[in-house]
């Protein structure tokens, strides 16, 4: 059975940087696609960052330039750092991953593309 579990999260200031990670473990440890997704209260769940598994990235324009998405493969581990945070970053931050999503991993981040979720990290910014 496949597990994803988030860890890192916290309460910060505007300006502060964060770095949450996800550790997966079970059955299959390969993925071709891997992502970061949040979700605000009464907002619907968005795609953060992707990460393939040759290693290429994708972002969201609203985090552009601030936040990096990674992966140890060794410790079957999924990082997001995240710097410059902004009040609007606030969010119940979740990692997602799926064996099959290859050609559609960079040019997408919908949540229909990954069979494989974790529980969620919060992460709170104050102005």
């Known amino acids: 059975q496949v597990q994803l579990e988030e860890s890192g999260g916290g309460s910060v200031q505007a300006g502060d940087s964060l770095n949450i990670s996800c550790s997966v473990s079970?059955?299959?440890?390969?993925?071709?696609?891997m992502a970061w997704f949040r979700q605000a209260p009464g907002k619907e769940r968005e795609g953060v960052a992707t990460?393939?598994?040759?290693?290429?990235?994708s972002y969201a324009d609203s985090v552009k330039g601030r936040f990096a998405i990674s992966k140890d493969n060794a410790k079957n581990t999924l990082y997001l750092q995240m710097n410059s945070l902004k009040p609007e970053d606030t969010a119940m931050y979740y990692c997602?991953?799926?064996?099959?999503?290859?050609?559609?991993?960079?040019?997408?981040?919908?949540?229909?593309?990954?069979?494989?979720w974790g529980q969620g990290t919060q992460v709170t910014v104050s102005s």
């Open positions: 997602a991953a799926d064996p099959s999503q290859w050609t559609q991993c960079l040019d997408q981040r919908r949540p229909n593309m990954f069979g494989y």
């Open positions: 079970g059955q299959s440890n390969h993925y071709d696609c």
């Open positions: 990460i393939r598994s040759d290693g290429r990235t």
